[in-house]
């Protein structure tokens, strides 16, 4: 979210985060070879368990939505014992939820705490949690450029992105027993972990970037538009001027960072737009194509070839993006999406094995790779319409079911698992499930939006009992979300609660990561949930002991924070959690001290995820983002539904790779905490 | 059109019945790697053996014979320092006679080679439209920025359907089209301009067709390498009109491949029958 006053918000600082996850480096490295695409069969029993994973499914509405008839197939599945709601992760974000049910165990198993880290070394530096790039070593400099060979007796090392979650993911346990194991859009896994016996086939979801390093920046051209490229949240806007109906100067594209030079720069392509008024289209010349689009026109997906070149080495990398004619007068407005990964020559490693993304687009044809499909940003920052964002959003959930397609045509036993976004980003956007005041939008409109997140739910429903229609019968079938969906209407600054009550120092203080005094600094909050100690021996300027006078500040914290009110007298934090009592595992060194899970309808500030403060410590949100579901582990339960009568009492995401597990076959291993969900 | 347009626009025409004649029956018939390599190795030969005929083998003999009596000589008398130094001077003076004798006959053989890969370009520079697939089609017309634009339609057909367009780019006089395409058919693209009307030639279909993507002007570079169809005179409305077409996919008979192959069978072809055929390179 873009904010006037300059500081980052979330989604900016995950987008700057995963500018350190520059994944060309990772890609080229990817050396094992996919035999070919026949079909295979698991060693042993022929299992089969499918696992729809819908993010952000909200049991509430699917309950209200069963009554009414609405989801029938749903209802077939709750009416034979098969539904129940889902324990979320504490807190109930995306890649700490997803990697729950990768582990089958809590964050401290797998590190993954937050959207957002810190390094306590580095005095709070924040950092993209799930994956990191480590730069280069070495190099030898031949004009502006740089060439690392990683051979001997030159032994460079080139830059890679890693994988931060730890632990041990179920599928390895299907490798390793020679069952075979399909995730298309698997959330929580960028750059994809290799498979070690080759039962394992992955592309990987939500954290795998575009090909500018982000999230996703899609870049907006406007006769209005800014003299100078201005970086917005998430896209970045330039203005466009035409001379006799052609854009003049040429508009230019910015592409993937070409790290071969010794100062990186981007890539740009310069392509034209030659508008016609009276027919109210225009033709986009770029790299020797024309594309044709009338106003309200999306174009097909175009391959776009970005050049890398260094001395003696001709190098380059295919990306893919699509344009929008918003308006051709009287203010002509192109959007151009972010630029894909080309899946069918990707310059970065998004699938294990390296080539089963190849083997899907030899069949579909290209697609979004970027973990964030639906462009929320344009939304947010007022590129996109609403109507626009939900034609952009049911074009990708288009592309999902047609992936879906393909998943279960190359799909004969094993464990086939299937991620849906749509549920998540379309509700961060249009839900809005209250009769109060929407941020942004008219009663009648936030109904009607609202309206639009429930057609979505009854057409995954139809989807859900096709598969039950062809599998009911054969498989064990899963549809689970990983939370639920609450509105967003109040923002509470943690920080500048903290400053208010003495716990940040000095009083003037406007962010941790700026004008913070450490020497007088008990805690300060970081990320969507977490809240830190400013430790003696682990933050770097640590001023709090361990023993005594943290147990003392942590009790006086948390019961100080959860007797917060509104000035309506509503409670705003539902509990806090102290790490130490929720988390366990060998991955706890960076876990927050603690988490601070909200009521329903609240949530972080925008400023406080990057640590920034406000004059007031809770206020209205103003942003399209008008849901979300950072709260409380008992706010946002997920759901779970399944063919199978499900016996466990209160069953959490933590369950479900035990009961994967367990429907194979196999022992639960001892790293995982959780159970069958099928006993009791 | 000045008058070398006008004679390759004739010659275009002679070229194009035969390979219509020629050309159709194997590449249209068998696959395209068989259709190459039969084209290639029956070129090879063909081509040794005109090169026969328009060159002077004698010379090329007597050349040859020198450059051997040179090498000979290094050979024999390798202690002598005037041999020595005088063989290669010779060997070389001879590679600079048989190339003398060898360019009058490659210039000649240029131009039949050059219509004939105009003539196979046809068929393997690219694919047909397949039903479904998009494409752009470009319409340049006469005139400069301050002419005035004539009315300009696309008749619709049975084949193709219109999605968008036209659309003008006034800065290069050009009208372009968006078509998707339906069903298989050879029948051309039918436009109105002003009021005239004028035609384009549309391939769709699986396998292999000929292919133009290019309609010309009066250009007699264009006209040459886009034989297929007959170039737009001076004076008319429409200076050219092309469409895009998917770029075919394969080692032997695909995109700019194809050429490749062509050269390097007919070559391996030609030195397979040279022995029998007695001709002098």
């Known amino acids: 979210m873009h904010k006037d006053n300059g500081k980052l918000d979330r989604r900016e600082f995950l987008k700057q985060s995963a500018l350190t996850a520059v994944a060309f480096g990772a890609g080229l490295n990817a050396t094992r070879v996919y035999a070919s695409t026949k079909r295979r069969l698991s060693a042993g029993a022929a299992n089969k368990v499918i696992v729809i994973g819908i993010d952000g499914m909200d049991p509430g509405l699917s309950e209200r939505m069963m009554g009414q008839g609405l989801l029938p ?82 032994g460079h090392k080139l830059p890679q992105t890693l994988l931060r979650r730890q632990g041990t993911p179920f599928w390895d346990y299907l490798d390793q027993a020679g069952i075979w194991s ?126 890398l070149s260094k001395p003696a080495l001709d190098k380059h990398v295919s990306g893919i993006c699509r344009f929008y004619l918003q308006e051709v007068a009287p203010n002509f407005r192109l959007y151009v999406s972010p630029i894909n990964t080309d899946p069918s020559n990707p310059a970065t490693k998004i699938t294990e094995p390296p080539t089963f993304i190849k083997d899907i687009s030899k069949e579909l044809g290209l697609f979004y790779t970027t973990g964030f499909q639906e462009d929320h940003k344009a939304l947010s920052n007022k590129v996109f319409s609403d109507a626009e964002y939900a034609a952009q959003a049911g074009m990708v959930l288009q592309e999902r079911l047609n992936l879906l397609q393909y998943a279960m045509k190359h799909y004969d036993d094993g464990l086939l698992f299937f991620y849906f976004s749509s549920t998540d980003l379309q509700a961060h956007m249009f839900w809005w499930d209250s009769n109060e005041k929407h941020p942004t939008r008219s009663a009648a409109q936030a109904k009607h939006y609202f309206n639009h997140i429930k057609k979505l739910y009854q057409k995954l429903d139809a989807v859900v009992g096709d598969i039950l229609n062809r599998y009911g019968d054969k498989a064990t079938v899963f549809v689970m979300s990983d939370h639920g969906f609450a509105n967003f209407k109040r923002q509470f600054n943690l920080n500048t609660w903290l400053r208010q009550n003495g716990y940040i120092q000095p009083a003037q203080a406007t962010s941790v990561l700026a004008d913070v005094d450490w020497s007088r600094t008990r805690a300060y909050g970081l990320g969507i949930n977490g809240l830190y100690l400013n430790l003696k021996g682990r933050e770097r300027d640590g001023i709090v002991a361990p023993g005594s006078q943290r147990e003392e500040l942590l009790q006086t914290l948390v019961s100080q924070l959860e007797a917060v009110r509104d000035t309506n007298g509503q409670r705003v934090i539902r509990k806090v959690h102290r790490a130490d009592k929720v988390y366990s595992g060998q991955a706890t060194a960076l876990a927050p001290d603690l988490i601070v899970g909200y009521c329903r309808g609240y949530r972080a500030s925008w400023d406080t995820c990057l640590g920034g403060m406000t004059d007031e410590i809770l206020l209205d949100n103003d942003s399209a983002w008008s849901a979300d579901h950072c709260a409380d582990v008992s706010e946002v339960p997920g759901v779970l539904f399944s063919n199978k009568p499900i016996a466990a009492r209160a069953p959490a995401l933590v369950d479900m790779a035990p009961s994967i597990l367990t429907e194979f076959g196999l022992n639960i291993p001892d790293s995982m905490v959780g159970k069958s969900v099928f006993k009791t | ?190 436009f109105q301009v002003g009021d005239q009307e004028v035609e384009k030639e549309l391939a769709i279909g699986d396998g292999f067709m000929r292919v133009s993507t290019d309609r010309p002007g009066g250009q007699w570079w264009d006209i040459f390498w886009h034989p297929a169809e007959k170039p737009f005179s001076d004076d008319s409305a429409v200076q050219s009109i092309s469409i895009v077409y998917p770029e075919r996919l394969s080692w032997t008979s695909g995109t700019d491949y194809w050429v490749l192959y062509f050269f390097v069978a007919s070559l391996i072809s030609a030195l397979i029958f040279k022995p029998f055929l007695k001709v002098k390179i």
């Not at chain 1, 939820?97 to 990768?102: G, K, V």
């Not at chain 1, 086939?201 to 003299?227: N, V, W």
């Not at chain 2, 000649?108 to 690219?126: D, E, H, N």
């Open chain 1, 73 to 154: 197939n749903f209802n077939r599945l709750r009416q034979a014992g098969g539904y129940t709601k889902l324990g979320t992760s504490i807190p109930p974000q995306s890649p700490v939820a997803w990697s729950n049910f990768i582990n089958g165990a809590g964050p401290g198993t797998h590190g993954i705490f937050d959207f957002i880290h810190r390094d306590p070394q580095k005095q709070c530096a924040p950092f993209f949690s799930i994956a990191e790039t480590v730069p280069g070593q070495g190099y030898w400099e031949m004009g502006d450029h740089k060439i690392q060979l990683d051979f001997w007796p030159f």
């Open chain 1, 182 to 307: 399909h995730f298309y859009d698997l959330p929580a896994d960028y750059p994809p972990s290799a498979s070690k016996y080759g039962h394992h086939r992955c592309l990987s979801g939500l954290g795998t970037p575009d090909m500018l390093g982000g999230y996703g920046t899609y870049q907006h051209f406007a006769e209005d538009g800014p003299i100078r490229t201005r970086d917005e949240g998430g896209g970045r806007r330039s203005v466009i001027f035409f001379e006799n109906h052609t854009s003049k100067p040429p508009l230019k594209l910015i592409g993937p960072t070409n790290n071969f030079l010794i100062r990186p720069e981007p890539t740009t392509i310069e392509f034209l737009v030659h508008r016609d008024l009276q027919a109210r289209s225009a033709v986009i010349e770029i790299q020797g194509q024309k594309i044709l689009l009338r106003q309200g026109q999306w174009s097909r997906w175009i391959k776009l070839d970005f050049d």
């Open chain 2, 1 to 190: 059109m000045n008058l070398l347009a006008q004679i390759i626009t004739w010659i275009n025409g002679l070229t194009n019945t035969l390979g219509k004649f020629l050309l159709t029956p194997p590449i249209a018939g068998l696959s395209g790697w068989l259709s190459n390599t039969i084209i290639s190795a029956l070129l090879g030969p063909l081509l040794l053996i005109f090169f026969k005929y328009i060159s002077n083998q004698s010379a090329i003999q007597r050349a040859r014979d020198d450059m051997k009596a040179h090498m000979l000589a290094l050979k024999l008398f390798k202690d002598s320092f005037s041999v020595t130094l005088r063989a290669p001077w010779g060997l070389f003076q001879g590679a600079l006679r048989l190339l003398f004798h060898s360019i009058r006959p490659l210039l000649i053989m240029l131009v039949p080679v050059s219509l004939l890969l105009a003539q196979m370009g046809l068929w393997y520079q690219y694919r047909p439209l397949k039903p479904g697939e998009y494409t752009v089609v470009t319409m340049n017309l006469n005139g400069n920025s301050d002419s005035p634009w004539p009315a300009v339609t696309m008749k619709s057909t049975p084949a193709v359907e219109l999605t968008t367009g036209p659309v003008r780019i006034f800065s290069q006089r050009q009208v372009c089209w968006e078509i998707k395409a339906r069903q298989n058919s050879a029948e051309p693209l039918i």
